[in-house]
């Protein structure tokens, strides 16, 4: 239940909290093959039969590349105060290295203005998957030198774009693009390796963060904010005992439970400066060579802890005192995609994430695959959407009169896009997508959203 005032309203949110919409560069561009465009693994990956549900790709997507500015202008209707994009690596680099592309730089500069103009606060994210097929080539992010390549596009980047962008997130939920990517194989660009070839490929993602992050802070001509976007589904207790919370907790940084996806695997390094010693032990005969810089590298200091929320872990205690996944109701209540709708994840996992790190945090995505269609009114209603909305944020507003520093709030996503290995059969926006004439409508959930951020918080109701 949350906190009332003595008024008896439900409390604001912070006054510097943000709130804003998020995309990625992949999902929503199209133009991949347009105006000096290099490959990239999701563009190849695409190509192959069977990849991606009824054969979809990204060549066309949203079409944002040559309609940014009627996005744009859809943002400000909405009364976002800030948009989280991404950059195409390939779209920049066409080889990954080397000679820009200038046309390719110029939209993002001609979308950053364009932004500013309409009172929108950019967050760019550097990398959010489409990798160069050029640099894939010459082993990915296996090879030695990938965070040097890496760091190379950020400078691009960062000299062209800071003076008027200030908050930068280098690399998006790292466990899902090598898990699902490198491991699994039903993400781009495909690969099913083994653990010593995983634990590298980690490594040196986390060496590009590092480096990428150093080359940030040295190059913006402005005073920068810096953070990453890992993912996670926070475990939270099912009773609030004393001892449950403390099972959750210990379940919620568990190597062992999670593997690769453990988010302490990936947050330690950058923030503590050092793997947990869980994770060593697990993974010791696959470490790849550590060398004496590596962490001074990689624990360049962030400003915010970004993450991915869409669902959580309820866990209870076992007759041993342990953690365990607590049964979910008959009928659980879930979204399209099947992921079971747990609002109170936004306020456990900010809680955890804070007490171990210390650092503010943002929820760099939140939201909910829906079946959405234009009803007969032309109208898109989407009070499933609207509802699970609502209950997440009351929970992350929980955790800010909790003493969590909750910094902003970014919903996925701005609009219906290519949902990677999904195609097009998922709609996570707020505004509709005809995927066949390019037509935009704004769903209800995007009106009621306004209003929320027009209240800052006050129009969410218990």
Avoid at 53 to 75: P, S, T
Avoid at 432 to 460: H, M, N, P, Q
């Amino acid at each position: 239940m949350n906190k009332h005032n003595k008024g008896g309203l439900l409390m604001k949110f912070p006054e510097n909290f943000v709130w804003g919409a998020a995309a990625a560069s992949y999902q929503i561009e199209g133009a991949a093959y347009e105006d000096g465009k290099g490959l990239s693994v999701w563009d190849i990956f695409t190509r192959q039969k069977g990849a991606i549900e009824n054969g979809d790709n990204g060549d066309i997507a949203c079409n944002h590349y040559h309609r940014y500015k009627e996005d744009v202008q859809l943002m400000k209707e909405l009364g976002l105060q800030a948009y989280r994009l991404s950059l195409s690596w390939p779209r920049i680099l066409a080889n990954g290295t080397g000679k820009v592309n200038q046309k390719g730089l110029d939209f993002y500069d001609k979308l950053i203005d364009e932004l500013l103009e309409n009172g929108i606060e950019p967050y760019i994210t550097l990398f959010h998957w489409d990798y160069p097929y050029e640099l894939y080539k010459k082993g990915g992010w296996l090879n030695p030198d990938s965070p040097d390549w890496f760091a190379e596009y950020t400078e691009v980047v960062v000299q062209k774009l800071s003076d008027r962008v200030k908050n930068w997130i280098t690399i998006n939920e790292p466990q899902v693009f090598v898990n699902l990517g490198h491991k699994d194989g039903v993400h781009a660009p495909g690969l099913k390796l083994g653990m010593e070839d995983l634990l590298q490929i980690s490594h040196n993602v986390l060496l590009a963060h590092g480096k990428g992050a150093r080359v940030i802070r040295e190059t913006s001509v402005q005073d920068c904010r810096i953070g990453l976007a890992p993912s996670d589904s926070p475990v939270f207790p099912a009773t609030k005992s004393e001892e449950n919370i403390q099972a959750a907790r210990r379940a919620s940084f568990s190597v062992e439970d999670k593997g690769l996806w453990a988010i302490n695997w990936w947050m330690d390094p950058v923030i503590l400066g050092r793997y947990p010693e869980e994770g060593l032990k697990i993974f010791e005969e696959y470490l790849p060579e550590i060398k004496t810089d590596d962490f001074k590298i990689i624990s360049e200091p962030i400003d915010f802890f970004g993450v991915n929320i869409y669902q959580g872990v309820c866990v209870k205690l076992d007759d041993k005192g342990q953690a365990v996944p607590a049964e979910r109701k008959v009928g659980y209540a879930r979204n399209a995609y099947y992921w079971p709708i747990t609002p109170e994840a936004l306020y456990w996992g900010p809680r955890f994430y804070y007490e171990r790190y210390k650092k503010p945090v943002i929820i760099t995505e939140n939201g909910m695959s829906n079946v959405d269609w234009v009803a007969v009114d032309g109208k898109v209603h989407d009070p499933q959407r609207i509802d699970f909305t609502n209950r997440y944020l009351r929970e992350l507003q929980k955790a800010g009169e909790d003493g969590v520093d909750i910094q902003g709030y970014f919903h996925w996503s701005l609009m219906d896009n290519f949902e990677w290995a999904q195609g097009y059969l998922e709609r996570f926006g707020l505004i509709y997508v005809d995927f066949e004439t390019g037509e935009r409508i704004i769903k209800d959930s995007a009106y009621w959203y306004k209003k929320v951020i027009e209240t800052k918080g006050e129009a969410l109701y218990a």
